[in-house]
Structure formats: C-alpha cells, structure tokens
C-alpha cells in the first residue's frame, strides 16, 4: 500500500523558511516523478514544484520560482520542499503527489498523480 506523509508545515512570518518533508513508503521510490501542490481556502488545488524519477527535471510555479527548491532522495525515499522568503500568498495546506512513471517528466495535470498524502498546514503572517 502505497503512503505518502507530509511533514515540517506550521506558522512562520513573512519573509521566513520552512522545510517540508514527504516520506513514501510502499513503492518503488524511484519509478515515480513526485509534485508538490497546494490549496488555499477557498481557492483551487495548484502546482507548486514537482521533480522527474531521477531529479533530472525539475519544473516551479512561476509564483514560487527563485524562493522553493524540490529535491529527492532516491536512497532514503523523501522528497523535499525547502521554501524560503516565504509570503502570505504562500499560506495553504501544501500536499505531496508520485505519479509512476519512469524517464518521465517533471510535471503533470494533478488528476494524472496515482497518489495523495494528507497535507501539511503552512501559514505565513504579515
């Protein structure tokens, strides 16, 4: 059974960092391209970063590009988002998405994901 488990959200002011950690179990870790997306209230889900199987490609969000860096482990199985000079706009519930897919790319429609975890709250205050 495959299960993805965000870590490292909580409340940071503007201007601040935070790490999120997403640990996947029950899957052969580097088959699958990993994403990061979120969604504030009332808003829909988005793109936040996603990387390919082996890191080779690595795609942002315009609105996060020079600030978050996705990276992955293909030994110990993470994926991270390190993000920093973080803003209000940046407050949501932040999720981690793996879509099979090896020599694959880096980002993909959110329905293409096989996989959810359950989300991780990041609030920035002004």
């Known amino acids: 059974q495959v299960q993805l488990v965000e870590s490292g959200g909580g409340l940071v002011q503007a201007g601040g960092s935070l790490r999120l950690s997403c640990a996947a179990s029950?899957?052969?870790?580097?088959?699958?391209?990993m994403g990061w997306f979120r969604q504030a209230p009332g808003k829909e889900r988005e793109f936040v970063a996603g990387?390919?199987?082996?890191?080779?490609?690595?795609t942002y969000a315009d609105s996060v590009k020079g600030r978050f860096t996705i990276s992955r482990d293909n030994a110990r199985n993470p994926v991270y988002l390190q993000m920093n000079s973080l803003k209000p706009e940046d407050t949501a519930v932040y999720y981690c998405?793996?879509?099979?897919?090896?020599?694959?790319?880096?980002?993909?429609?959110?329905?293409?994901?096989?996989?959810w975890g359950q989300g991780t709250q990041v609030t920035v205050s002004s």
């Open positions: 998405a793996c879509k099979i897919t090896v020599f694959g790319g880096s980002r993909y429609p959110a329905d293409d994901y096989d996989h």
């Open positions: 990387i390919s199987w082996n890191g080779g490609r690595i």
């Open positions: 029950g899957l052969t870790f580097s088959n699958y391209a």
